[in-house]
């Protein structure tokens, strides 16, 4: 266990290089200069030059690349250039929002939509099996931001039940922060149900053909035995493998949920970074997702053997 750990981790710092050279290059490409968005129209030829100095714009870029390479390893995200605070604490407390949305979102999709591909699959074709495809490749259809705007029309200006725009935190009012939080979690909970319903209809069709599904049913077990005890699990593996892919797309996607619902959350923190050509910013968010996006996959991979037992990790 503790060798592939370690493996899985090694294979992962190759990818977060190349994720952070990729990033640190091409935002260089953004049209606009930092400097000159902070100091205006009015500013001049020295005071530019003597801002750039101070943020580090006037070095080579390989020289620049390397400097913040190296605050990376020691934890330095660097400081803002819009607000001169340090990147990391805000990549924290905004990475808590955008989780929370996400982790409860994929939560409720997976206990929703894991059992009802799994009862289409075993009622193929049937009025049940057609309906629920249906519904599912409605919902995966349908873009988030369009979706999101549809829930805020309906649920917040025509009903009134839930705030419109705005984000109370949970450790301030737990209530009011459930009553925001419902609408995005609302939105990617219906999109993702639909892209795991069909996924896991797929797995179950496949595993219900195999010859010791056949093995159960000859020797007289139900078939709610049979797809519960014996298929389950089988079926369940590939759907895990793309919940842990639907998390980490969710995490480096979810600026325009938070966008449509004005949610302090981290793709919004990155969206603003991109508008103020904020370096620090773009930069620390990216490669904290991709962080991210390693460890879930790890957690995926540490979590297969729960369910198939023929897979080991070492």
């Keep these: ?99 929370t949305i996400v982790g409860i979102a994929v939560l409720l999709a997976t206990l929703a939509a894991v059992p009802a591909g799994m009862i289409a699959a075993w009622r193929q074709d049937s009025a049940l099996d057609i309906g629920l495809i249906a519904v599912a490749t409605l919902l995966l259809s349908i873009p988030t931001f369009w979706l999101g705007l549809l829930l805020l029309l309906f649920f917040g200006l025509h009903l009134g039940w839930l705030p419109v725009i705005g984000y109370v935190g949970l450790t301030e009012d737990f209530q009011a922060g459930l009553l925001y939080l419902a609408l995005p979690v609302l939105t990617l909970f219906l999109h993702e149900t639909g892209v795991i319903i069909r996924m896991a209809r797929a797995s179950m069709l496949e595993v219900q053909r195999l010859d010791y599904i056949t093995h159960a049913r000859a020797k007289g077990l139900s078939e709610p035995v049979v797809l519960w005890r014996h298929a389950f699990k089988n079926a369940f593996a590939p759907t895990w493998t793309l919940i842990g892919l639907i998390m980490g797309n969710l995490l480096g996607g979810i600026a325009v949920v938070e966008t449509v619902f004005t949610i302090p959350g981290l793709g919004r923190f990155m969206v603003d970074g991109i508008f103020a050509r904020d370096y620090p910013v773009i930069q620390g968010c990216l490669l904290f997702i991709a962080a991210a996006y390693v460890v879930v996959n790890l957690i995926v991979d540490l979590c297969y053997p729960i369910f198939d037992p023929r897979v080991t990790l070492e």
């Excluded at 060798?3 to 899985?8: G, P």
């Excluded at 200069?33 to 870029?61: F, H, V, Y």
């Design 1 to 99: 266990m503790g060798r592939f750990i370690l493996t899985r981790i090694a294979m992962g710092v190759p990818t977060l290089l190349i994720v952070a050279a990729t990033v640190f290059f091409l935002i260089r490409l953004i049209p606009g200069d930092p400097a000159s968005l902070m100091l205006g129209d009015m500013a001049t030829p020295e005071t530019l030059a003597a801002l750039r100095a101070d943020l580090g714009l006037d070095k080579p870029l390989p020289v620049q690349f390397v400097l913040w390479l190296g605050q990376i390893l020691t934890g330095d995200f660097g400081r803002s250039i819009t607000t001169g605070q340090p990147v990391l604490p805000q990549i924290l407390d905004r990475f808590a929002i955008s989780g």
